[in-house]
């Protein structure tokens, strides 16, 4: 199924659209607050899935003609200028309405466990195709948050006093935690008391709650103003990717 969006409309306001005729993105950003022609326009991904711009099929565009005169309308469905629309290669214009695939609404079950290699982390990618990991500065060990569709309909008490736990634990507490300790303590001690010692202990491992895809893949994190970097990376190079991130987090922290 296809469906046509102002490219002004809010991923969120979508995603609710969508969810009360049963339906959803085909990928789930992990923030919400982004616009449909942000989203493009950033390959904003998540969900163990292509990026939203991989399920885009027509793209409406303005923009002024080569003098500079004229206002241009036009759509682009095919070719290699729909390949370079989809990642906002070069100023093509406004994004005003985009057409793309949507599928039914479903349901993911999600486990955050440690694991203590990245090898470990790839090997659970089979059974958890949706899963996404972090690395734990100072403690040097990454979490998983494992993911996959599942037909269980959940609704259970615990799944909502998940939800609860990561809003307040991961979307506001870590944030929080962070803040005070590197922004307005300038504490290194304490800061690697917290990651290397104390947030482990935050962490729920046997919890294993379903909910609706746009619930459970996305996070918070437009509550606090951070800087955020994306690069993409082979899964072939994700293990010298990897060791580049730990090193440069080391020397930032003068630990080499």
Not at 66 to 82: F, M, N, T, Y
Request: glycine residues 6%; proline residues 4%.
């Amino acid at each position: 199924m296809l469906v046509s969006v102002g490219g002004g409309c809010r991923i969120s306001r979508l995603l609710a659209y969508l969810n009360d005729r049963g339906l959803t993105l085909p990928s789930v950003g992990l923030i919400t607050e982004q616009t449909v022609a942000g989203a493009i326009s950033t390959a904003t991904h998540g969900s163990g899935r292509h990026s939203l711009s991989h399920y885009v099929q027509r793209v409406r565009l303005v923009h002024f003609d080569a003098g500079g005169s004229e206002v241009v309308v036009r759509w682009i469905d095919s070719g290699e200028e729909l390949r370079a629309v989809r990642c906002s290669l070069g100023a093509m214009g406004v994004i005003t309405e985009v057409l793309f695939a949507v599928v039914p609404q479903y349901r993911v079950q999600e486990q955050l466990v440690p694991a203590g290699t990245l090898s470990e982390v790839l090997r659970m990618e089979s059974e958890t195709p949706l899963q996404q990991f972090f690395l734990v500065p100072h403690l040097w060990r990454f979490y998983v948050q494992r993911r996959a569709e599942t037909a269980e309909p959940g609704g259970r008490l615990t799944d909502q006093l998940y939800r609860l736990y990561w809003f307040l634990m991961m979307d506001i507490g870590l944030h929080l935690v962070v803040l005070l300790t590197a922004v307005y303590l300038r504490s290194r001690v304490l800061v690697r008391l917290f990651f290397s010692t104390l947030m482990p202990w935050t962490v729920v491992t046997s919890w294993r709650p379903i909910d609706r895809s746009d619930r459970q893949l996305v996070m918070e994190h437009e509550l606090f103003r951070h800087v955020e970097e994306e690069l993409f990376v082979r899964r072939s190079d994700l293990p010298s990717a990897m060791a580049l991130v730990e090193d440069l987090l080391r020397v930032a922290d003068d630990r080499t």
